[in-house]
T-cell receptor
C-alpha cells in the first residue's frame, strides 16, 4: 500500500465547474499537507499549504484536511482553462523535510 | 520570491556516457537540496537528499554509484548520471527548502534527460 493515494484521472470538466481533488494517506505522523500544481514539463509550484486538520481558502482554491479520516481535498471554484494541469498532493511529518507525493491528478478544463 | 534554477533544461546523450545536471538556489542558501525523478504521467519520486559538505542520503533502490550527487556550495548541487542507459530517460527535478518557512520547498523547472 502506498503512503499516499491519489486518483491519477484524467479529470475533464467544463469551464466554470467546481473541481474536487482528493488524496488519502496511511501515515498518521503526517502534519503538513500541500497541494502543488504542475504544468507539462515544468517543476511543481505550491498552491496551498495546511498544517494539521482544518480548512484554508485562497481565492478560488480551498484546501481541507481531515486527519481523523486521513483524507485531504482541494476544491477549485469557477474553474478556468488555465487551471488545466496536474495537481499533486504532498505531505510530510513534522520537523522533517522529506515530502511524500501522490500520483497527481491530471485536470483538463475545457471552454 | 526565491528561485531554484536547473541547467540544462533538456539534454540528449548516448548510452554509456555521463550527464551532469546542476541545481542552483539563486537568492538564498540551501544546506539541503532534494533530487526527484518523474516518469511520464507519474508522480515525483525522491531519489536522494543532497547535503552541503557531506555525503548525500539516497532513497532505497537508488544506486548511489550511478547517480552521483555533489553539494559543493550553499547554492549548488549537481546530479551526475553515470553510464546512462535509455531507462534513465526521465524528468529530473531538484528542490530546496524555503529558508524561513519549514513547510515549503522551492522546485526547479526540471531537466529532461533523453538517452539514446
Amino acid at each position: 500500500q502506498k503512503e499516499v493515494e491519489q486518483d491519477p484521472g484524467p479529470l475533464s470538466v467544463p469551464e466554470g465547474a467546481i473541481v474536487s481533488l482528493n488524496c488519502t494517506y496511511s501515515n498518521s505522523a503526517f502534519q503538513y499537507f500541500m497541494w502543488y500544481r504542475q504544468y507539462s514539463r515544468k517543476g511543481p509550484e505550491l498552491l496551498m499549504y495546511t498544517y494539521s486538520s482544518g480548512n484554508k481558502e485562497d481565492g478560488r482554491f480551498t484546501a481541507q484536511v481531515d486527519k481523523s479520516s486521513k483524507y485531504i481535498s482541494l476544491f477549485i471554484r469557477d474553474s478556468q482553462p488555465s487551471d488545466s494541469a496536474t495537481y499533486l498532493c504532498a505531505m510530510r511529518a513534522g520537523g522533517y523535510n522529506k515530502l511524500i507525493f501522490g500520483a497527481g491528478t491530471r485536470l483538463a478544463v475545457h471552454p | 520570491g526565491a528561485v531554484v534554477s536547473q541547467h540544462p533544461s533538456w539534454v540528449i546523450c548516448k548510452s554509456g556516457t555521463s550527464v551532469k545536471i546542476e541545481c542552483r538556489s539563486l537568492d538564498f542558501q540551501a544546506t539541503t537540496m532534494f533530487w526527484y525523478r518523474q516518469f511520464p504521467k507519474q508522480s515525483l519520486m525522491l531519489m536522494a537528499t543532497s547535503n552541503e559538505g557531506s555525503k548525500a542520503t539516497y532513497e532505497q533502490g537508488v544506486e548511489k554509484d550511478k547517480f552521483l550527487i555533489n553539494h559543493a556550495s550553499l547554492t549548488l548541487s549537481t546530479l551526475t548520471v553515470t553510464s546512462a542507459h535509455p531507462e534513465d530517460s526521465s524528468f529530473y527535478i531538484c528542490s530546496a527548502p524555503a529558508p524561513s518557512q519549514i513547510y515549503e520547498q522551492y522546485f526547479g523547472p526540471g531537466t529532461r534527460l533523453t538517452v539514446t
